[in-house]
T-cell receptor
Framework: DTGVSQDPRHKITKRGQNVTFRCDPI?????LYWYRQTLGQGPEFLTY????????KSRLLSDRFSAERPKGSFSTLEIQRTEQGDSAMYLC????????????FGQGTRLTVV | EDQVTQSPEALRLQEGESSSLNCSYT??????LFWYRQDPGKGPEFLFT???AGEEKEKERLKATLTKKESFLHITAPKPEDSATYLC?????????????FGKGITLSVRP
């Protein structure tokens, strides 16, 4: 296993369009997290899954955002009707549910809304 | 609400000039404090986990320490390749692994 994989690495979209990002976690990990990072800030928590169940969503996650992890493996994050304020790096991480708490991150998807 | 404050925001060092990065935190029941390194345009790379006050971890030129209120990342004789943003994060004790709360990071530049 080569770590957490995210696709695409970069996405440029016009305001109002929908975008979808994919994350493939480390295969043994049953927890999967989405974070958002803007320039000069640390990552901010958006949501996380344990297997296929979405356990927590941040108030940052407006109703234009939706995340899924249908079979407890890969996850998708969709943003509908994108706004310029959605421009950011979207980071995915995975970890074990219990035991070693370290979360390992992917390389992120850089979204630019024009 | 959990809070993490890192200082200074940016640090410029000469190669070989040792220094320390600070991370102050407040959390209701600490499960772990984490240090990550992030290079421009990339995701954070895990460095250390600290669990309790007095604990220390080392890796090459880096040493992380933890007290009840703060953590330090000591960099000994840094090299230009140590230039990066260093992120500190805390995890609350909930009985299972949960989300991380991050600070804004410290951007370190090491001049040759």
């Amino acid at each position: 296993d080569t770590g957490v994989s995210q696709d695409p690495r970069h996405k440029i979209t016009k305001r109002g369009q929908n975008v979808t990002f994919r994350c493939d976690p480390i295969s043994e990990h049953n927890r999967l997290y989405w974070y958002r990072q803007t320039l000069g800030q640390g990552p901010e928590f958006l949501t996380y899954f344990q297997n296929e169940a979405q356990l927590e969503k941040s108030r940052l996650l407006s109703d234009r955002f939706s995340a899924e992890r249908p079979k407890g493996s890969f996850s998708t994050l969709e943003i509908q009707r994108t706004e310029q304020g959605d421009s950011a790096m979207y980071l995915c991480a995975s970890s074990f549910q219990t035991g070693s708490p370290e979360a390992f991150f992917g390389q992120g998807t850089r979204l630019t809304v024009v | 609400e959990d809070q993490v404050t890192q200082s200074p925001e940016a640090l410029r060092l000469q190669e070989g000039e040792s220094s320390s990065l600070n991370c102050s935190y407040t959390v209701s029941g600490l499960r772990g404090l984490f240090w990550y390194r992030q290079d421009p345009g990339k995701g954070p790379e895990f460095l250390f986990t600290l669990y309790s006050a007095g604990e220390e971890k080392e890796k090459e030129r880096l040493k992380a320490t933890l007290t009840k209120k703060e953590s330090f990342l000591h960099i000994t004789a840094p090299k230009p390749e140590d230039s990066a943003t260093y992120l500190c994060a805390v995890q609350r004790h909930t009985g299972a692994n949960s989300k991380l709360t991050f600070g804004k990071g410290i951007t370190l530049s090491v001049r040759p």
